[in-house]
Each structure stands twice: as C-alpha cells, then as structure tokens.
C-alpha cells in the first residue's frame, strides 16, 4: 500500500514540476516500474502523452494548436474538422470496439456517444432515453449493451442506435429476494452472456444470458480479515454475534474480458488482490496481487492480454503483463494547470488496435491519448514472446530493453528464462539473482548443484573415506603408541584455563540449563566472557545477514545499513537486560545486573554456535528443501527462548508462574520504553530546531 502512494506522491510532484514548462513539452515524460521489493523506480518513458479530446471534441493529436510528443512533433495524425465540440458531463466509462471506435458512456447527459478512430462524431445511443449511463460495451455484431444505473436496468441497442430491448431486474429466486440490481459496468463473453457488476452485488458478478435469464454469481471476492470481528467471535456469545451486521464482501466495481475470453475484474477498497483474471472456476490467475492498486477506476484489456489500469484517485495508469507483473506506471493527478498526461478524476481507460492507451477524465469532460514509445514496444513484445514460451526468441528484444535501462529486472528475468531453456545455467544463475526472481533462481541453483554433484561425488567419497581412515589411524595411534599426547595434553589444559572454559560454559548451559544459570551467578562465567560472546554474537549476526543464500535472505547485502543491523541487535538486547534487573528488584528478583547480563548473553548459545552452520547450510539449499532451513531456523529461536525462560527462572530464584508474570511485565516495560523513545527523540530534535533558528535570527539581528 505504501508503495503505491509513493507513485502518486511521485506522479504529483512531476506534475508539478512539468507545470512550469510549456503545455506541449512532454520529451520527459516520466514513467515508473517496480523492484523486486515493490519499491518504485523511474525507468525509459514508456508511454508519452499525444493529444486530448477536449469534451470528445473531434480531433486527436491536435486540440487548439496544442500538440506533444518528443521535440514538438505529433505522435499522431492531425484531424481539422468544422464539427463542433460534445460537451461531455461526468462520463463514467469508455469502451473501444475491434474497429477502434470509440464508445463513451456520457451519464451527465444521459447518452452514449460514439466517435470513429480520428475522433468524429459518428452516432448518440439513448438521448433522451438513459437516466444515468454508467458502463458500455460494444459487442462485435454492432450491437451496443449500455448499463443505466438510474434506471436499473440494462439497454441494448443495434447498430443503428435504435433501441431493440431493455434487461431489468433478473425474477430468479437464485439473484436474491431483497438484492438490487444497480448495474454499473458490464461486458459480453464469447457466448454473449453478460456480466455485471453492480452496486450492492456482493456475490460477485451477476451473469445473465442474451435474454436477461439469471445464470448466476460468478468471481466474488473473500471477506476481509477484520481483527476486531476474530475477537468478537472468541468472546461474544451467540446472541451477541447474532445482533451484529454480517460483514459481507466488496462488491467487484468493473469487469472486462480478454481475447482469450477470460474475464478480469477490479474492486475498490480491496488492498492486494484489486485486479484479478478469473478462470472458468472463478479462480485468480494473476500473481502479483501486491502491486495493486486499491482504487481501480476502470481496466481494460488488449488483445496480447496485457491488462490496463487506471488509479481513480492518484490518477495513475498501471501496466501489467498477462500474468499480472506491472510492466510500467505514469501519469499522475493534476494540479490545475491543464497539463497533458495528467488527470483529474479519471474514470475510464481503453487500448485501441495500434496499442494506444486512451483514458478518460470525468471532471475535465475529455479523453487524452497516450502513445507507445520504441521501449515499451519492446518490452511488450519480449513480454509476449517469452510469456508463451518462446524464450530463445525473446532474447534479442530483451537485450535491446537492457540497452535502454539495464536495471528493468523483468529483462533479467526473460534473459535468465531464456539461458535456463538453452542449459546455460552460470548465465541464468546470474541473470536471475539480478532480477531477483527467488523461484527461477532456486530452479537454477538446483541443476547447478546437481552438475556440480555428479563431477565431484567420486572424488567427495573418497575424500569422506580417506578422512575416516586417517582419524581412525591417528586414534589408534594414539592409544597404543602415545602419539600427539603432548598436543592433547596442551590442548586439554588450554581449556582448563579460566577464560577458555568460562566461554565453553555455553555448553553446559545448552546440555543441562538449570544447573548451567545456577553456575553462572557461582562465577563459572563472567562479565569479560560474556561480553567477548556478545562481541561473537555480533558477528555471527553479520554473517548471517552477508552469508545467507540468496533464497533465503531475502535482500541484497550491498544495500544492507551495517550500522543498523546492529542497532536492531543491540538496543533490544541490552532493552531487554536493563528492565528485566529493574523489574526483578522491584519483584523480589535474586539476580544481581551482571548475572541478567551474562545470562542473557549465554541463553542465546544455541544462536551463537549454530548461526554460522545455517547460514553455511542455506547456500546449498533450493526452495524445494525450504522447509530444512525453516525448521532449523525455527528450532534455533525456540531453544534460545526457552532458555531465556528457564534463564529468568534460576537467576531469579522464582517459581513458574512468577517467571511468566516477570517475562510479560518486562516486555510490557520495553514497549513502553520504546513509546517514551519515540516521543523523546521527536521533542528533541523539534527542541533542536528551535534553537537553531533563535541562533539564526539573534545572527540576522545582529
């Protein structure tokens, strides 16, 4: 969600810049895409502004001498004509046919005009007979399905504009006894049964045949995880619940369908998961349901299956793939200048045949024209070619976008698809880890891993069996013959040493912990070794954040704050020491600072010994043995929690239950700390401001 209001706010203050240039001046255009941390990134303009119609005034690339495109030329051909200007009030939606006409749904008027590709007025549906139009589709036998939400019904005319029917509410018991049938948008499949999203229709889709037969809901979407409703149903009774409102789902707001006739919809309010690409069964196909946006005016559909989107609120227009990656995002909100490329309460959006995105603007009255550069060309047919398999085609036009913009990963993604299909997996390898595609990489990994098995598995066989001979060897040795007794000898009073064996009491504590934190307070630890272990937890904590493999780290160490990593580390460590003291005095606690200290320290032995191993084991994992390095990681955690228990438990002396009471009191008193931390440091730094502009204005003064 944060994502995509950083591309409005993004969009926004381009706008405002672009406001101080010439109205025609749109070579910088700028257009945005996705990292594979969903953070927004500027990339080649992919899509450039070429004219508007100004209340669907009948010229396309030229309104009153206004043109754009890159150096001053227009992107389109230029259309002068003596017909006056439509006037457009609140339209609602925009639909272009398979001749490119344009079809829009003019609800303020009450009509549905229709304009051919140059932007002449060909013909008026329904003046005079609409209410409210709100949605239209034009289906390939010239017939026009218009949805009139004022009055509740659906209008059909033929392609002369003369109405020939008129489907109102659906009889079937299966719609509903007390459901509305507040149409707002709608579309045809390839069987010319409708689809119909309305207000109010909370099970999805409302699917009628030709002749207004109720066939069903189809695509609803799921309720919303609400916290507040999980608790109520673990702590009100059945009546309680019984007297609350049913929390139903929303209500999908548009709807299209694709050349391969599956349908997509957007709903807004949804966060993650707006957009969706129904199948027959009604199931979601698209996959980067995080990139979405949650208030989707309209969506249209072009005939590779790319998907097109428009933000009614930022004003945004978003680009996916037909597998729902976001190829590219530009435009924005206007902010009152006029400007081209730029919108105020967009409302519709459609592609034409030549790729051209029109969107349309529901407080300005006009359509604006926005034209495919040479670099959204490519990546739209690189796109295509290696969706439907044809990798090794696909290669040249991504090198080409790499030209352009060598960091547009979903090229990384196509050229390590494509050397994957070819057996060069070094070259994927490489590719994907840049794209970031943690599934493809691990894919990738996998054939590596099993090449580099089958040349070194003889020679590793060998290596394991000389090494067991030469220890047994050694042993034997040993034993009869006294060999490396003195370095034994040596090594064993080493670790009899003071400092040697109060680090090694780690051990103990992990072998046998109660007796273990009963020794640390009789000095078989102390503040100096507990500190060098803390120094070693350091350590083995940028390790694990620099040596974790790529599918399991989840981020590029080069962008990694180190020091961060070990404020993240230490503030709550040493949080965690200072109130648990302060909270074990003021109940009866026995253990002194230094025995929290260096039990804190020691409780977190299992992490200290076996961090490095994991991070060691990850680098050879693939995502099909995840679940090795989960529970690993998992089993680590809790035995250090678990220590950490039984570590509060010996030190202080308490029972079961006042162990828990002071574990929970302690990480109450650390958020509230925390709280307080906050407030302070914003106090001080407004403090800080305050002083230096006394400084500054006592110099000006002065």
Partial sequence: MKNWKTIGLMAVLSAVLITALPLDAHANYESFTVTPDGKPRLTQTAYRPVGELIGAAPSVASVA?????????????????????????????????????LYIADAGNGRVVELDPEGRLVREYGAGELTEPTGV?????????????????????????????????????????????????LTLDKRNNLYIAGEGLTQGLAELRPDGAFLGYFGSNPVPFSLERTLQRLFFTRKQLEQLSRKLPPSPSNVAVGEDGLLFTATVGLAGGSLKKLNVAGDNLLRSAAFMSPNIADLAVDRSGNLFAVDGVAGTVYVYDKDGNLL??????????????????????????????YVLDRERGNVQMFQPTPFAG??????????????????????????????????????????????????????????????????????????????????????????????????????????????????RRLLKRRLPSQLLHGLRVMRHPIDGFYELTEDKASVLSASLLLLWLGFVRLVEVYGTGFIFGGR???????????????????AWIVVNYLISVIHDGEGRFRDVYKGTIYALSPYLLLGIPL?????????????IYDYSRLFIIGWCILLLFLMVKEIHGYEINETFKNIAITLSGMAIAAVVSLVLFGLSSQVWDFMIGIVQEVKYLG
């Fill in 328 to 357: 590219f995002a530009f435009g924005g909100t206007d902010t009152g200048y006029q400007t081209l490329g730029y919108f105020t309460a967009p409302s519709g959006i459609a592609v034409n045949s030549r790729g051209f995105v």
């Fill in 556 to 574: 590029d160490p080069s962008r990694v704050n180190l020091s961060a990593e070990l404020l993240k580390l230490l503030v709550p460590l040493f």
């Fill in 378 to 491: 490519l990546v739209l047919k690189a796109t295509d070619l290696y969706l439907n398999g044809r990798y090794s085609a696909s290669m040249e036009p991504w090198k080409q976008v790499l030209r352009l913009d060598g960091m547009f990963d979903l090229a990384h993604l196509g050229m390590g698809l494509a050397y994957y299909k070819q057996g060069d997996y070094d070259l994927a390898f490489e590719e994907l880890k840049t794209a970031g595609n943690v599934r493809e990489y691990s894919n990738t990994f996998w054939e590596l891993r099993r090449d580099w098995i089958m040349r070194n598995l003889s020679t590793g066989i060998v290596l394991l069996l000389a090494s067991v001979v030469l220890l047994k060897t050694c042993g034997w040795l040993h034993r009869r013959h006294g060999f490396f007794a003195r370095p034994a000898d040596r090594w």
């Fill in 65 to 101: 001498g206004r043109k754009a495109g890159a150096g001053g030329e227009a992107a389109a051909d230029e259309v002068e004509t003596a017909q006056p200007a439509l006037e457009l009030n609140q339209p609602e939606d925009l639909f272009i046919a398979a001749n490119d006409h």
């Fill in 615 to 627: 991070v060691l084991l990850s680098r050879g994992l693939t995502l099909m043995e995840a679940v």
């Fill in 137 to 185: 589709y034009a289906a390939a036998d010239g017939a026009v399905y218009v949805a009139d939400y004022g009055a509740e019904e659906i209008a059909v005319y033929d392609s002369t504009g003369k109405r020939i029917s008129s489907i109102g509410r659906p009889d079937s018991l299966l719609f509903g006894k007390s459901a509305s049938f507040k149409p707002r948008k």
